[in-house]
């Protein structure tokens, strides 16, 4: 296994008001690793600490106790800051500007030259497919639209740890199929990605290792594909079967004292549909699909 | 309240900015310290050292490119949250101003001073209230928005941060303020009337010190007061040996100027107040008082005048100040014999008098660093300290202690003064001349309250003809005659040149009349062997000097002007007036009142050495770059302050700041130096709730006493404190100040103190943002 990119040991973090007094305990002694080329998820319920443990991560807040490193340096080392990139939960970002000159004041900020930030921008406005609306100022953006400009900022300087706070929240099924495929690609890259999100469906689709706290405690960390492994049970994919062929089949399997069987099937999950729906409306405008349609091309 | 300069005191600013630099550089370091050892020992220590270093390495890794992206953004948002409405305001204001402030039946100077005035005023006070909200406001609103979140984790420095808002906000100001500039002077231009355009002047002005001396002679810092409240002016009896004497230092060619017929002059501009004490015919009114200038050279009044304090020492100051060094030494030694034999009738006065008049004129006489006056200095200086002795011992006695009074000792160091002034009477002669040029009288306007037309404006030609007095003319003939003489162009074949009276009217300017009366007179003498010739040179035969000869003869009548002019002498005002004793070139104008009975009322900048006039705009835009550094310095602390608490309370923060700085600074600076009368905060309080004045004092027990007197003391710790930390705003309104008066803005005195006053702030302040910023949480609400 490759190395640390991120170490955290024993951190606490305590909310405290004005007099100094406790409010909340957001994050209890968490200890952890990212290592070097995963894609590692954060879980959690709402007000768990994952944005907490990033923010510190960050050096937007001190820790009350505990250490951590990120690329190797301490927290609060602002030049850690030239290799990552990190999409706020929601784009914190200046209104007044457009996409262009956001993307080029981010980049100034990496002392980036003029011509490097003007092909960066050019990609990744591409790349998140604001082409058309790069010239609007953000303020009259959609939310998804903020997003997609949030993530592009977060990637100007072509970063080597990516820190995503639920990043397909308020994206469309479209969006939040390409940031998956995004995080794929980072990783194909060979970059760190580490994000917090409760949709559990995205992160068991790109998430390598996952970690779940509860009341800013760590409950479950792990590989997902262990994780969710049932280790009792079967499953078999095949065209549709006749009604002789199921009882055959049964038959084989009671031989092997096997008599739980069920047979359904499968269900195209909506995000399919959705995407397929899309994509068919694109190449055939103007018209609606009957049920049949959809189902008929589900099978395909 | 009149309009007065006063030189800024950079020494004394200097040293509390580095005393407070110092103080706040403690704090930030101990309170941190301390805080973190507090609550996690020796870990907070270690956690101390880390942010110290990580602190410092910011500040050596600043980005000029970063702060130039932070800068613009802090721009782009100001041009696109509309803060350019400011002109708008602006334009609106200046377009209806014109209806309240248009008189053109006021003077000149009036309405060009009204329309300055209003004008910059407008300027200020329109960006005030602007600035203050966006530097308060826009820190604080971005960590609310959190926008400031995806900046810090750039690799922006926080101190980048810090700076880039403020040269951001800077760059606004300073375009808001060059547009608003210039469309003020395209409406100044258009706005005051024709006939008062000629007053939009921007004079040059050299100031003076100025000091005065009594009708009995004596030389004084004030004047009489004739009751006014402020006591600004002080004032001089007419008819009388009463002067004002103003000192212009560092005069040379660049204080004169040109007149139409290209002759070089000094101008001098004054308005002095004019106040009578009987009434006057009306023609007399109209006419208002009389005054005159002298320029003088007068090192002996310079250098002892200062003996005519005590009635005692009288006569032997106007014994010096006459150059009579020898009935001055005899004065002397009859003063020591009083010393010796009756010390008691001298006054304790008498004998401050003295010691403080010897000092003066021993420092005066060694800083003339003349050889040839040897140690006199250095014995005048000696017996002032023998004689300060003398005083605290007095002074011992008073308090009823038994002391030996040195009056012995003091005696005898007078005596070698008396013995060194007999021995170096001729020297002294020859070294500390005086040279008196009278100017024609003119008149001072009584009515004071319209004080600008009392403005009398001198024109002094750079060659000065004058009729000159005695010693003067003495001088001038035995300096022209020697110098003929050394050239051996006074004979010709053992007797007088016949074209000597020609080359005299020629070479020294003088009259045909009277080169002729010198030279029959030249004649006379030599007939008379009272002159002799030597080696085919003319020479006094009893050996004394030139101007002994010729002063002998001018007492004696012999030399009286026979033109209707008299004796007119021709002198170079910058090689002639300006003296130079040690590389401090000075002009000295002495100001008399002539008529009886009257008074004639001068402050320090009553008069002034007026240089050639600079455009009118020149002045203005000077006026323009000062409220631009005092905007800067808002923007600087706001900036500073909302990095550590929210808008508002940043915003009453730099309110705070600025009314203090620019209302009280100047009164706390001097309640704090004692200046200004009265007793302290919590006594005053007691006072005016017990109906008492403060020579009563307070009627409360001793006890309470000692902790009202502690708690002031301790009120003024606080004072101290907050004088130091608030900026003295008053700094930059100098320069309109200047301006509204129709004077340029000088740099050293207003323009460098603005400057100075901005980066002295701006440094700390930088620095102290750069380290709240970092060292806080973005999140914690
Ligand atoms: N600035 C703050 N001041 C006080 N308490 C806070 C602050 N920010 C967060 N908290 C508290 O800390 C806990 C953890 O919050 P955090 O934002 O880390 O949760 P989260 O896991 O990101 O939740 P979500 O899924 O809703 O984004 C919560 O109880 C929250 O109320
Ligand atoms: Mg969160």
Redesign the interface.
Same mark, same amino acid.
């Given at each position: 296994m490759s190395n640390a990119v991120i170490e955290i040991r024993n951190l606490s973090k305590i909310?405290?008001d004005f007099w100094g007094r406790k409010k909340v305990q957001a994050v209890k002694s968490l200890s952890m690793d990212v290592m070097q080329g995963e894609v590692f998820g954060l879980l959690g319920p709402n007000g768990s600490g994952k944005t907490t443990t990033m923010?510190m991560l960050? @050096? !937007?807040?001190?820790p009350t106790s505990g250490e951590m490193t990120i690329l190797g340096k301490?927290a &609060?080392?602002?030049?850690k800051?030239?290799r990552?990139g990190?999409l706020?939960e929601?784009?914190?970002?200046?209104r *007044?500007?457009n996409a262009d000159?956001t993307l080029d *004041?981010?980049g100034?900020?990496?002392?980036m030259s003029a011509a490097d930030r003007a092909r960066r921008a050019d990609e990744l406005i591409e790349m998140v497919g604001l082409g058309k609306a790069r010239r609007r100022?953000l303020k009259e953006y959609s939310k998804g639209m903020t997003r997609r400009i949030g993530l592009a900022?977060a990637l100007i300087?072509n970063p080597d740890l990516v820190l995503l706070d639920e990043p397909t929240s308020g994206l469309d099924p479209i969006g939040t199929r390409e940031m998956k495929d995004l995080i794929i690609q980072l990783k194909a890259q060979g970059k760190t990605v580490v994000m917090c999100s409760h949709q559990l469906a995205d992160v068991q689709d790109v998430c390598d290792r996952i970690a779940v706290l509860f009341q800013g405690e760590l409950k479950v960390l792990g590989r997902v594909d262990e994780l969710l492994e049932l280790r009792n049970e079967m499953q078999m994919r095949t065209p549709t079967l006749s009604d002789e062929a199921m009882a055959d089949i049964r038959q084989v399997l009671k031989k092997h004292n096997v008599s739980d069987v069920e047979f359904s099937r499968p269900k195209a999950d909506l995000e399919q549909l959705f995407l397929r729906t899309v994509r068919e409306s694109g190449e055939r405008p103007g018209r609606r699909f009957s049920t049949e349609e959809v189902a008929a091309s589900g099978r395909n | 309240m009149d309009f007065d300069v006063r030189p800024y005191n950079f020494t004394s600013a200097t040293t509390s900015w580095l005393i407070l630099l110092a103080i706040l550089a403690g704090l930030g370091l101990v309170l941190p310290l301390a805080s973190l050892a507090g609550r996690g020992g020796a870990a907070g220590l270690v956690d101390f050292r880390? @942010?110290l270093i &990580?602190y410092l390495e910011?500040l050596f890794s600043l &980005?000029l490119?970063?702060i130039?992206? !932070?800068a613009s953004?802090t721009l782009?948002?100001a041009v696109?949250?509309k803060a350019l409405l400011v002109f708008v305001m602006f334009a609106v204001l200046l377009m209806f101003a014109g209806w309240f402030i248009t008189d053109s039946n006021e003077r000149a100077e009036l309405q060009v001073s009204v329309h300055v005035t209003f004008l910059l005023t407008a300027i200020s006070w329109l960006l005030l209230p602007a600035l203050i909200f966006l530097s308060c406001w826009a820190l604080p609103e971005d960590i609310r928005?959190?926008?400031?979140?995806?900046?810090?984790?750039?690799?922006?420095?926080r101190m980048e941060i810090v700076i880039g808002r403020m040269a951001g906000l800077g760059v606004v100001v300073a375009i808001l303020l060059v547009v608003m500039g210039v469309i003020g002077q395209f409406w100044l231009s258009r706005r005051i009337p024709e006939n008062a355009r000629s007053a939009l002047q921007c004079r040059v002005p050299l100031f003076g010190e100025l000091y005065f001396i009594s009708s009995e002679g004596q030389p004084q810092e004030t004047g009489l007061n004739v009751g006014d409240v402020w006591a600004y002016r002080s004032h001089i009896p007419g008819n009388s040996r009463a002067r004002a004497v103003y000192v212009f230092r560092g005069v040379d060619e660049s204080a004169l100027t040109r007149n139409e017929q290209g002759e070089e002059e000094l101008l001098l501009e004054c308005r002095f107040e004019a106040f009578r004490t009987v009434k006057g015919s009306e023609s007399s009114i109209v006419k208002g008082i009389s005054a005159q200038y002298t320029l003088s050279v007068n090192p002996r009044e310079e250098a002892f005048g200062m003996l005519a304090q005590s009635e005692a020492t009288r006569a032997i100051a106007d014994a010096l100040r006459e150059g009579q060094y020898k009935t001055a030494s005899a004065e002397l030694k009859k003063l020591t014999e009083r010393i010796r034999t009756a010390p008691g009738e001298l006054r304790p006065a008498d004998y401050f008098g003295l010691h403080f008049g010897m000092f003066v004129s021993g420092t005066v006489l060694e800083n003339r660093k003349d050889p040839a006056l040897g140690n006199l200095g250095r014995l005048f200086i000696e017996a002032a300290l023998t004689g300060e002795g003398v005083t605290a011992a007095l002074q011992q006695q008073e308090r009823g202690e038994k002391v030996e009074i040195p009056y012995e000792a003091f005696a005898a160091k007078v005596d070698l003064v008396a013995d060194g002034l007999t021995e170096r009477s001729a020297v002294l002669m020859e070294t500390l001349q005086r040279m008196e040029v009278p100017l024609p009288s003119f008149n001072v306007s009584e009515y004071h309250d319209l004080d600008e037309s009392s403005t009398n404006l001198t024109r002094i030609p750079r060659r000065l003809r004058f009729v000159a007095d005695y010693e003067t003319l003495g001088r001038f003939l035995a300096a022209e005659i020697a110098r003929k003489n050394d050239a051996g162009g006074l004979l010709a074949d053992g007797a007088l040149k016949a074209s000597l009276t020609e080359e005299l009217v020629k070479e020294s300017r003088i009259s045909q009349l009277n080169a002729e009366r010198l030279v029959a007179v030249l004649g006379e003498q030599l007939t008379a062997g009272t002159l002799a010739v030597d080696a085919g040179k003319l020479k006094v035969a009893d050996g004394r000097s030139w101007y002994l000869f010729f002063d002998d003869l001018i007492r004696r009548e012999q030399l009286v002007s026979e033109d209707t002019e008299g004796w007119m002498i021709e002198k170079d005002l910058l090689q002639d007036l300006i003296q130079d004793p040690n590389g401090d070139r000075y002009l000295r104008v002495e100001v008399a009142c002539i008529n009886d009975q009257m008074y004639l009322g001068m402050a320090r900048p009553d008069l002034f050495i007026r240089k050639a006039d600079q455009p009118f705009w020149v002045g203005y835009w000077k006026a323009i770059l000062s409220i631009l550094l005092m905007l800067l310095l808002i923007i600087v602390l706001g900036v500073t302050v909302s990095c550590v608490v929210k808008g508002p309370v940043a915003l009453l923060f730099t309110l705070t700041f600025f009314i203090v700085g620019q209302f009280f600074h100047d009164f706390m600076i001097r309640k704090l130096a004692g200046v200004e009368k009265g007793t302290g905060t919590v006594e005053s309080m007691i006072l005016i709730a017990q109906h008492r004045n403060p020579e009563v004092g307070m009627d409360v027990s001793s006890a309470t006493m000692n902790v009202v007197r502690a708690a002031d003391l301790g009120l003024d710790g606080v004072l101290r404190g907050f004088s130091m930390i608030v900026p003295d705003f008053a700094v930059f309104n100098r320069a309109s100040m200047y301006v509204e008066n129709r004077f340029d803005v000088p740099f050293r005195d207003v323009l460098l103190p603005s400057i100075v006053v901005f980066f002295g702030f701006l440094i700390p302040c930088i620095l102290i943002g750069g380290a709240l910023l970092k060292f806080r949480?973005?999140?914690?609400k």
């Open positions: 909310y405290r923010k960050l @050096g !937007l807040l001190f301490p &609060s080392d602002v030049t800051n030239e990552i990190y706020p929601e784009s914190y970002l200046y *007044f500007l000159e *004041f981010y100034r900020l990496f002392n100022q900022q300087n | 880390r @942010g &990580s910011d &980005s490119r970063r130039a992206a !932070l953004l782009k948002e696109r949250r928005l959190r926008s400031l979140h995806t900046v810090v984790t750039k690799p922006a420095r949480e973005l999140e914690a």
